[in-house]
C-alpha cells in the first residue's frame, strides 16, 4: 500500500499580484508527483483552503486536479482545517464532497456525552480512517475530550487517524505558543497519524501509539516560512507487512535566497552597501528573494535606507519576487515595541495568555477562562448566513455569546 499525506495546502493564501497562484501551483505539482508515483489514495489533514470560501480562480485550479484523481481512481480522504472549517456550515468543502471529489472522514455520532467517530473503508487497500477536524484556536480539544477512544483502539486492520492539531509533546520550541492537544487525548495503536496544523516537518514513531507524521505546509505561507522552511512538500507514506515508511517530497516552485542584515550601530549608508555587497555574483533567476534588516541604526532613519534601489538591483538579476522585513530595524532614541510571535493566531494567543486571570471570572482557573476567551473570540468571527438581515444576523451573535457565557435570556 502506498499513499500521499498532503496538509496545510492553504490554496489563496498569499495576496501579492505575483504571489497569489503560487500555493495552487505547489498543489498541481505535488498532485503530479502523487499520481507519478502511484499512490492508492491521498490524504489531505486540514487546511486545504486558507478560506471557507475561496476565490473562484483558485477553486477553479483545485478542482480540475481532484477530478484527474478521480478520474485515474485514486481517491481522497479529507478533514477540515482550522482555516477551511466555518462554524456557520458555508464551506467549498461540503459542495466538493458532495461533487464526489473525496470524503471527509471526520465523521461520527454522538452517543450521550460521547462522540464516536465512524471509520471510512478504502475499497482497494482496505486502509481503515478516521479523525477530528480543526479549528480555529484548538477548538477541537472539546472533541477531544469527549472523544469514545474504546471503539476506535479496539477496531482490527491497518488503521489511519488524521488530526488538525499540534501535540504538546512533539511540538519544537519554535511554535510553543500555538495551540496543542496532549498527545493523551490520541486513540493509542493506529498505525498512521496523519497530521496537520503546525507548519513543520516531523515523524516518529511514538510508543503505543504508531507513526506520528506533520508534512509541514505544502508551500510556506509568510516571510519567516519562507526563511526557515524555504519549500514546502508532502510525504510518501509506503506499508509493507504492516511496518510504515515515511519519504519527504518537496515541492520547488521557486527556490529561495535569503539575505539578512545587522544593522546595528551601522548607518543607513552602510546597510545599504552591506546588502549590495552580498549580492556581488550570486544568481537569482527565477528566485523569491527575502530581506531581513534588523537593528538598532547608529544614526538616520529606516527610510533613509535606499530600499527602492536595492530592489531594483535584485530585479535586475531576474529575480522572481522580492519582499523585506523591517519590523526590527529601528532609529536609534525609539524603543521597539515587542511582540514574541510571529503569526496572527500566535499574536493572539501570546496576548490571551498574558492577561489570563488579571480579572477574576466567575471562579475560572487559567485554563477554563482561556478557552472562554477563546470560544467567545470565535463567536464573534461568526458571518452574515444566506438571508440574514444585519437584525437576525446581530441576535444570532448574541444568543451564542450568551449560550457560551450562560447568561440566561
Known amino acids: 500500500m502506498r499513499f500521499a499525506h498532503l496538509a496545510d495546502c492553504h490554496i489563496g493564501s498569499w495576496r501579492d499580484p505575483k504571489l497569489k497562484d503560487i500555493s495552487s501551483k505547489a498543489f498541481v505539482k505535488a498532485i503530479d508527483m502523487a499520481i507519478s508515483k502511484k499512490v492508492d489514495f491521498v490524504l489531505i489533514a486540514g487546511d486545504l483552503f486558507n478560506t471557507s470560501l475561496p476565490a473562484i480562480e483558485r477553486l477553479k485550479e483545485t478542482v480540475e486536479k481532484l477530478k484527474e484523481l478521480k478520474d485515474k481512481g485514486i481517491p481522497v480522504y479529507l478533514i477540515a482545517g482550522s482555516h477551511d472549517y466555518s462554524v456557520s456550515g458555508k464551506t467549498m468543502l461540503d459542495v466538493l464532497e458532495k461533487a464526489g471529489l473525496f470524503c471527509n472522514v471526520a465523521k461520527g455520532d454522538e452517543e450521550g456525552d460521547k462522540i464516536k467517530l465512524k471509520f471510512t473503508v478504502d475499497n482497494k487497500t482496505g486502509a481503515k ?38 501535540i504538546d509533546e512533539l511540538k519544537p520550541e519554535s511554535l510553543k505558543e500555538i495551540d496543542s492537544q496532549p498527545l493523551s487525548f490520541l486513540p493509542r495503536g493506529f498505525d498512521y497519524y496523519a497530521g496537520g496544523h503546525p507548519h513543520y516537518v516531523y515523524q516518529k514513531n511514538e510508543e503505543g501509539y504508531g507513526l506520528i507524521a506533520y508534512p509541514g505546509p505544502l508551500f510556506p505561507n509568510n516571510f519567516k516560512e519562507l526563511e526557515d522552511l524555504e519549500t514546502g512538500g508532502f510525504y510518501i507514506v509506503d506499508v509493507k507487512d504492516r511496518k510504515t515508511s515515511v519519504e519527504w517530497e518537496p515541492i520547488v516552485v521557486h527556490n529561495v535566497h535569503k539575505i539578512t542584515i545587522d544593522a546595528e550601530s551601522k548607518t543607513p549608508e552602510q546597510v545599504y552597501e552591506e546588502i549590495i555587497s552580498s549580492l556581488k555574483g550570486k544568481e537569482l533567476t527565477g528566485m523569491i528573494v527575502t530581506l531581513r534588516v534588523e537593528g538598532t541604526l547608529l544614526s538616520g532613519k529606516p527610510s533613509d535606507i535606499n530600499f527602492k534601489e536595492i530592489f531594483e538591483k535584485i530585479f535586475a538579476k531576474s529575480a522572481y519576487f522580492v519582499m523585506k522585513n523591517t519590523s526590527k530595524l529601528i532609529a536609534k532614541g525609539f524603543e521597539e515595541i515587542k511582540v514574541n510571535a510571529d503569526s496572527v493566531e500566535n499574536i493572539e494567543a501570546s ?16 485554563e477554563k477562562e482561556e478557552l472562554l476567551v477563546k470560544r467567545l473570540m470565535h463567536a464573534l468571527l461568526a458571518e452574515k448566513q444566506d438571508g440574514e438581515n444585519a437584525a437576525i444576523f446581530e441576535n444570532r451573535v448574541k444568543e451564542e455569546i450568551s449560550k457560551i457565557m450562560g447568561i440566561e435570556k
Do not use: N, P, W
Request: with cysteine; proline share 0%; aromatic share 8%.
Open 351 to 366: 496576548l490571551i495568555k498574558e492577561h489570563l486571570q488579571q480579572i477574576k471570572v466567575g471562579g475560572l482557573d487559567k
Open 129 to 166: 480512517i478516521t479523525g477530528i477536524l480543526g479549528k480555529k484556536g484548538g477548538l477541537e480539544k472539546e472533541f477531544y475530550k469527549s472523544l469514545c477512544r474504546e471503539s476506535l483502539e479496539s477496531e482490527e486492520g491497518y488503521k489511519i487517524f488524521m488530526l488538525h492539531s499540534a
